[in-house]
């Protein structure tokens, strides 16, 4: 079964999300608009990035649109769901089972309706608690 990661706006933890791809290994990288900036930090590029772009730097979006391989999913701003809610349908659709979403991880994780989805996303959940009280202890 195909792993998807799905990188979202907000203060992302870089450290984290470097460890968390490099152990987990995702298939597939997504970004939804902001998330970009994670991606471009940590010199990943996603095979598909999704969003009405509103809340990128226009630097990230230009460097992204010169990469080759990418699929691109535009949405207008002017809708009922967000971009990442937009991502996450797109994904149902398409067949994927295992989802995961990192999106602020200094505040947590989205929940979802899923009850599968729900358990995926306690699972990342609960390493970023492992990650940040592990950083804790070591700096003490």
């Known amino acids: ?3 998807v990661l799905i990188v979202s706006g907000g203060n992302i ?3 984290f999300g470097q460890k968390w791809i490099a152990e987990s290994k995702p298939d597939y990288l997504m970004a939804v608009d902001s998330g970009m900036e994670f991606f471009r930090q940590v010199q990943l590029v996603p095979q598909k ?3 009405d772009f509103d809340s ?3 630097e990230t979006l230009n460097f992204f649109q ?5 699929q ?5 701003p002017e809708k009922d769901d967000t971009d990442t809610e937009h991502c996450l349908d797109i994904l149902v659709r398409e067949g994927y089972k295992k989802i995961y979403l990192m999106e602020n991880t200094t505040h947590g994780l989205l ?3 899923s009850e599968e989805f729900s358990d995926i996303l306690h699972e990342i959940a609960t390493e970023q608690v492992k990650y940040h009280e592990s950083k804790s202890n070591t700096i003490q």
């Open 1 to 3: 079964m195909r792993k």
């Open 13 to 15: 933890d870089t450290d």
């Open 49 to 51: 990035i999704v969003g």
């Open 56 to 58: 990128v730097r226009k």
């Open 66 to 70: 010169e990469q080759e391989g990418i």
């Open 72 to 76: 691109w999913k535009i949405l207008v």
């Open 111 to 113: 929940e979802s309706k």
